[in-house]
């Protein structure tokens, strides 16, 4: 065989070996794309409601801004519900930034940076959350109902049963609205990954 004809065979096996290559890759995003944008979806949906939520009642607070200067308890509850919000409504946009970035055409490293980052950011949100949930619900009596510290003492053990109750329930929800679909696409991803390396 001529030294020609063994260049021209050597160049169509290399432009065999890089088709399969790009239809490896390609094969390896559409198995990402169906297996995961169901639980992105479920994210996201979760998170834009979460928002146009906290943004809702950020605004109703602000119209009932005129009864925040009755009492310094009032005031004082007041300014704790609009920041609770404000971060509220800060973190939802952070949320959706992170999520509205995931793109699977992306590597499956950056993908997986990316979930890792969110993950971990949901698990921090998770702890605080259920921390200064007393915070919250007790200055929204004050503000909302009007009570004053004193008359909230004869309701203190029922608010903070009521708080302890709400506990399980919001890791219930975090669990079936975030780390179930998490866990859904980080399986997607280490099934791409198993997909690519066998064709290899």
């Given at each position: 065989?001529?030294?020609?004809?063994?260049?021209?065979?050597?160049?169509?096996?290399?432009?065999?070996?890089?088709?399969?290559?790009?239809?490896?890759?390609?094969?390896?995003?559409?198995?990402?794309?169906?297996?995961?944008?169901?639980?992105?979806?479920?994210?996201?949906?979760?998170?834009?409601?979460?928002l146009i939520f906290c943004i809702c009642?950020?605004?109703?607070?602000?119209?009932?801004?005129?009864?925040?200067?009755?009492?310094?308890?009032?005031?004082?509850?007041?300014?704790?519900?609009?920041?609770?919000?404000?971060?509220?409504?800060?973190?939802g946009i952070y949320k959706l930034r992170?999520?509205?970035?995931?793109?699977?055409?992306?590597?499956?490293?950056?993908?997986?940076?990316?979930?890792?980052?969110?993950?971990?950011?949901?698990?921090?949100?998770?702890?605080?959350?259920?921390?200064?949930?007393?915070?919250?619900?007790?200055?929204?009596?004050?503000?909302?109902?009007?009570?004053?510290?004193?008359?909230?003492?004869?309701?203190?053990?029922?608010?903070?049963?009521?708080?302890?109750?709400?506990?399980?329930?919001?890791?219930?929800?975090?669990?079936?609205l975030y780390f179930d679909n998490i866990?859904?696409?980080?399986?997607?991803?280490?099934?791409?990954?198993?997909?690519?390396?066998?064709?290899?």
């Amino acid at each position: 065989m001529e030294l020609e004809e063994m260049k021209n065979l050597w160049k169509k096996y290399d432009n065999v070996i890089a088709e399969n290559r790009m239809l490896n890759e390609k094969l390896v995003k559409e198995l990402l794309q169906n297996k995961s944008s169901n639980s992105l979806a479920k994210m996201k949906n979760a998170e834009y409601f979460g928002l146009i939520f906290c943004i809702c009642l950020f605004c109703v607070f602000i119209a009932m801004s005129g009864r925040a200067w009755a009492s310094v308890e009032m005031t004082i509850s007041f300014f704790i519900l609009i920041g609770a919000l404000g971060a509220s409504i800060y973190a939802g946009i952070y949320k959706l930034r992170l999520l509205n970035s995931i793109d699977f055409s992306h590597s499956l490293t950056d993908l997986t940076e990316t979930m890792q980052r969110f993950k971990l950011f949901i698990s921090k949100e998770r702890i605080f959350g259920v921390a200064v949930l007393p915070f919250i619900v007790l200055p929204a009596y004050i503000f909302i109902d009007g009570y004053s510290i004193a008359q909230l003492m004869d309701r203190l053990p029922g608010l903070l049963l009521g708080c302890a109750a709400g506990i399980p329930v919001a890791f219930i929800l975090y669990r079936s609205l975030y780390f179930d679909n998490i866990k859904q696409i980080n399986q997607s991803l280490e099934d791409a990954r198993t997909f690519r390396q066998d064709a290899i």
